[in-house]
């Protein structure tokens, strides 16, 4: 319980509106400095980036070196031969890498993007399950504050011993369900911490928000619709890398006959490809990579639609969760108040039943911890609305 008070009181005070941004700001500086997933992008981005450099090189020489093992055993010892790639061989590899990249970025920006989210989330989901476990262990003190209150009454005489034995059955009751938040609230601490890759709250506690920059806007393009535009155009490039395969080039040679005796010396020329005989292999694989693209095109409209689809529902469940939270903070929280402390002063007085009076602890408990759990709807569904719109995206730029 101890660090449940912790949490609520050292990393930020959680009202009913929502946590301080600059509290957000620790989980997710933390996130990015801390989590092993995020480590692992920056070297797969690192990759990409490095196979895009190679690609832009010429290509690699071709060497043959055949001694002979007897006389007139090879009609030449040494040959080098270098393409030139005038067939825009080099330009269609280029193409093809800067594609490759594209997509790998995007499915990072993606990866990224879902992760801080799920932290964000789960910070939140602890947060308020810390505040409902203190809820509940406010009702315990409650319950036994009644009970102490109603043995002096059975006391004087001024109740039944049957209202005793109602106030320690309810005291039980509230305790096991004290329990009960606390282990939950004990579970979502475990989810925090999976979520953040294995960091104590302490170290979020501590966290230098100075060295997470603030991103750049959120893309407008949706990252789903990103990753398969990306792919389109990795397939298209496949396909132009094909094309380029079937078509002439032009390389330069050196080649020497022998390393001893006559015709040592190096002869320098041309050489033509002419990669027409293929049989129609080459053909298959276009025809291939082409109705792979046409695919990819549908797939791009389908993830168009289904994202459409989300937001609208992200955005619908959004508005639902707010009118539900405001209704319990403005109406029915208050109302709930206003019960218990009315049913104190029955109490007190012997004007109200041991029934009436547990009845309404109860419902003040139960409205406390509902109005705790509209709230931490409302913000999992801005999470959700977040994320959807990339939101989070842009802290790729911060560790690159």
Sequence with gaps: MKRILWLITGVGVISLTGAQPDVESQVLATVLARHPQVRALRMELESARRLER??????????????????????????????????GARQARVRLARAEYALVRAQAEL?????????LAAYHEYAYRAQIATVA?????????????IRLQVEVGARAGIDLIQADIERERVRQHAALRQAEAAAALERLRAA??????????????????????????????????????????????????????????????????????PAFGLSVSLPFLDYGARQQQLRAQQQRAEAQQ????????????????AQQRYEQARARAEAYQQRILPQAEQLVQATQTGLEVGQISILQLLEAQRTARQVREETLLA??????????????????APYLEVFQ
């Design 54 to 87: 190679g690609a832009n090189l010429p290509h690699a020489p071709i060497v043959l070196l055949s001694p002979e093992l007897t006389t007139g055993g090879v009609g030449e010892q040494f040959l080098l031969q270098q393409p030139l790639e005038l067939n």
């Design 111 to 119: 990866e990224l993007n879902d992760l801080l989210a799920d932290a």
């Design 137 to 149: 262990q406010e009702a315990l003190q409650l319950a036994e504050q009644t009970r102490e209150k």
């Design 196 to 265: 953040l890759g294995g960091v104590s709250l302490d170290e979020v506690a501590t966290a230098d928000t100075r060295a997470t920059p603030t991103p750049s806007l959120s893309p407008d393009t949706p990252l789903a619709v990103r990753i398969e535009q990306a792919r389109l155009q990795a397939a298209q490039a496949q396909a132009q890398q094909i094309r380029v395969e079937g078509l002439p080039d032009l390389g330069v040679q050196v080649r020497i006959e022998r390393f001893r005796d006559a015709r040592t010396r």
């Design 298 to 313: 549908q797939r791009l409209l389908a993830a168009r639609v289904r994202y459409e689809g989300e937001r609208a529902a």
């Design 375 to 392: 709230t931490l709807e409302l913000k999992l569904a801005e999470i959700e609305l977040r994320r959807l719109r990339g939101e989070f």
